[in-house]
């Protein structure tokens, strides 16, 4: 028994040591396997064609990088219907991830028993992985669209003043935007790059069915009549051939809604209101004849509740058409009715004065009568030409001319600013208004009218006037430029309802007085020969309109000085007085 024994604990040991050597012997195999293959592309293995197993990972990518370099940028045809396309990579936004591909194929340090029965038993054909920019590849999409298809028309809706014309929609012919891309990325980098697709029926997104009915429920209505918006206590008509223009049919969603042009909607409002501060009623001429300019009550308030009042009312039946606006309203000083209660009717006076050509005066005495042109006078109102003008600088639009200083002319700026004061006088005189300050020139200067003339000067001597009739009165004032041949000229219209018919005359000169002869050494001596001074009297008869009566005269005296005779020379005496300018 013991012998036995033996024997079997023999024969156990030997099925050990057999077990053993198999397992070291599968061990050293499985080892040298993953030692050969671990880090390799299985074999067999194609990418795109290229047969990369086997191969290390560098190996396999410069394999790659070689035997598609021809096929990377290669462009790509497209076939649509007949008519084809190319489409370059770069622009498709598709690029060749060589690192991903090699890995995808199957490269990678790796023991794992399925990574080496894979090297072993033999790998697939691989599909290239690709970097793609969805941006660009989505944009070629639609320029192949562009191109090779016909966009989806939605049916639309014009608004004219009254009626509202609609333009039927039409089906598009477009490509599915997911089968393109599919097609596009199996096409790279294949060995004949090129995909046929085809065009699918696409829907507009509004119909004729549902352009039909916003038109019956909404478009209809908006133009059926006007639409008033209330600022406050100013109520603003819009018209529907204002406001058709600005008006349009959109998609909401599933739906179709009544919008505006917000920017045609405020300049109407803006017709009828100021933004901000409010704007007086006024006069102005149009077409030569004097017209009454609305007040506007100004108005601060949001875009959306202008657009939210006007797009509300417009669906609303007649006699609610009325909607008031959230809105900051100011009222004018001056209201239209006030305004149209002056009864500016007609041209009650002009005058007209003239001028030697220097360019100084076209500049001063334009840029004043432009200034004063328009001005309205309510009654009971004063002109104050200083007032309007302003002071003659250079930031106001005046230049340097010649000015009776001291009794002597010399240079400063606004010279010949007087020639408008003395013609506005003069239309004054004639149109029968108060005379409330005033001053002649220190001497006489022939081409004024004798003892009805004015000057001014800024700070000094000013020109005004009392509206004292029970109308207003616009004021027109305007020259006609001098020219080196020419002389120049300037003109004041006023215009009103006709009070008085008014005739001037005057008294002979007394009173003479002889100049003197004055010698200045200064740089801006100007050297003329004087003129003796005198008295007048100038008289204004005042008739009412059509009749032969006097009712009243105003008497008007002037004193000239004598404008002393100016030698640049040798020691000065001194003297003179007055101001103002030429």
């Known amino acids: 028994m013991a012998k036995d024994s033996g024997r079997e604990t023999l024969g156990g040991k030997a099925v050990l040591v057999a077990l053993a050597t198999v397992l070291l012997l599968a061990g050293g195999l499985y080892a040298a396997a993953g030692a050969f293959a671990s880090d390799r592309v299985p074999r067999g293995t194609t990418v795109a064609g290229v047969e990369v197993g086997g191969k290390s990972p560098e190996q396999a990518r410069r394999t790659l990088e070689r035997e598609l370099a021809d096929r990377v940028d290669a462009p790509i045809t ?13 622009e498709a936004g598709l690029a060749l991830d060589l690192d991903g591909t090699v890995e ?29 920019d969805e941006s660009a590849l989505e944009a070629t999409i639609e320029r192949l669209d562009s191109e090779l298809g016909t966009e989806p028309v939605d049916a639309t809706a014009t608004f004219t003043a009254s009626t509202v014309r609609t333009t039927p929609a039409t089906t598009g012919r477009l490509l599915d935007e997911e089968a393109a891309r599919e097609a596009l990325l199996s096409a790279y980098l294949a060995e004949e790059p090129a995909v046929g697709l085809e ?6 997104t ?31 008509t819009l018209r529907p051939r204002d406001y058709a223009p600005a008006l349009s049919l959109e998609a909401d969603g599933d739906e179709l809604e009544l919008a505006t042009d917000l920017d045609v909607v405020k300049r109407l409002v803006g017709d009828a209101t100021a933004t901000g501060a409010p704007v007086d009623a006024t006069w102005r001429l149009v077409d030569g004849k004097p017209r009454v300019v609305p007040a506007k009550p100004g108005v601060s308030y949001e875009d959306g509740a202008v657009t939210d009042t006007f797009l509300e009312l417009l669906t609303r039946p007649e006699g609610e058409r009325t909607g008031e606006v959230e809105a900051e309203v100011e009222e004018p000083d001056v209201t239209t009715a006030e305004a149209r209660s002056w009864k500016i009717r007609e041209r009650v006076s002009t005058f007209t004065t003239e001028y030697p050509h220097a360019d100084y005066r ?70 029968g208004l108060e005379d409330v300050e005033h001053k002649p020139h220190s001497f006489y200067i022939d081409r004024y009218p004798v003892g009805r003339e004015a000057t001014v000067a800024w700070g000094v001597l000013d020109l005004r ?22 002389t120049g000229s300037v003109t004041v219209n006023m215009y009103s309802t006709k009070t008085w018919d008014i005739t001037a005359r005057a008294s002979e000169r007394y009173n003479y007085t002889s100049p003197d002869v004055r010698y200045l050494q200064t740089p801006d001596c100007y050297a003329y020969t004087g003129s003796s001074g005198f008295t007048i009297d100038v008289f204004r008869d005042f008739r009412r309109p059509g009749e032969s009566e006097v009712v009243r005269t105003e008497k008007f005296n002037t004193v000239y000085t004598p404008s002393d005779s100016v030698r640049c020379g040798p020691p000065p005496g001194q003297g003179g007085n007055g101001g103002g300018d030429t």
Request: hydrophobic content about 40%; aromatic content about 8%; glycine content about 12%.
């Open 78 to 90: 497209v076939t649509v219907e007949g008519e084809s396309v190319e489409v370059s990579p770069q």
């Open 104 to 132: 995808a194929a199957g490269a990678g340090d790796s023991w794992a028993p399925d990574r080496l029965w894979d090297y072993w038993t033999g790998g697939d054909e691989v599909e290239p992985v690709l970097d793609v």
């Open 199 to 204: 065009l699918v029926d696409v829907e507009p």
């Open 206 to 236: 509004i119909t004729d069915a549902e352009m039909e009915e916003a038109v019956s429920e909404l478009a209809n209505p908006a133009l059926s009549g006007p639409v008033t918006l209330v600022f406050g206590d100013s109520p603003v």
């Open 362 to 431: 076209n500049t001063n005495i334009g840029r004043a009568a432009e200034l004063v042109n328009g001005t309205v006078l309510a009654p009971g109102e004063t002109f104050s030409m200083n007032d309007i003008v302003g002071e003659r600088t250079r930031e106001n639009g005046f230049t340097e001319g010649f000015v009776i200083a001291d009794g002597i002319l010399r240079e400063d700026l606004g010279g010949g600013v007087s020639q408008l004061a003395t013609t506005l006088f003069n239309a004054m005189f004639f149109a």
């Open 465 to 486: 006037f009392k509206n004292d009739t029970d109308h207003g009165v616009l004021v027109q004032s305007f020259i006609n430029p001098s020219t080196p041949g020419t």
